[in-house]
Nanobody
Framework: QAQLVESGGGLAQAGGSLRLSCVASARTYGAYHGWFRQAPGKDREIVAAITWSGSDIFVSDSVKGRFTISRSNAKDTVYLQMNDLKPDDTAIYYC????????????????WGQGTRVTVSS
């Protein structure tokens, strides 16, 4: 059974918006959830992360001011709102959950979704 299931990726034009959703299973309750992305030929990088309560949010400098992470625990869902998209945002986006700690390195995360592709055209 998948612990994290992403949706909402697709094709957008530069300057456009997309919203990614991640439905989390009960195994990730209380976890630190995040979004990573991996562009072709590049390392996987963290985009944003949020605590279970939503009180502590991290957003990487590369997307700050354009992307927003949020969550609805009532819906078991974590969101990534992406505005003012740029071609450099083209990547596969992964929802992740970390059961203990708040590290931002990829190896620290316990669960990964299957990924959703985002393509931004110029």
């Amino acid at each position: 059974q998948a612990q994290l299931v992403e949706s909402g990726g697709g094709l957008a034009q530069a300057g456009g918006s997309l919203r990614l959703s991640c439905v989390a299973s009960a195994r990730t309750y209380g976890a630190y959830h995040g979004w990573f992305r991996q562009a072709p030929g590049k390392d996987r990088e963290i985009v944003a992360a949020i605590t279970w309560s939503g009180s502590d949010i991290f957003v990487s400098d590369s997307v700050k001011g354009r992307f927003t992470i949020s969550r609805s625990n009532a819906k078991d869902t974590v969101y990534l709102q992406m505005n003012d998209l740029k071609p450099d945002d083209t990547a596969i986006y992964y929802c992740t959950a970390q059961l203990a700690g708040r590290s931002h390195t990829p190896t620290a995360w316990t669960y990964w979704g299957q990924g959703t592709r985002v393509t931004v055209s110029s």
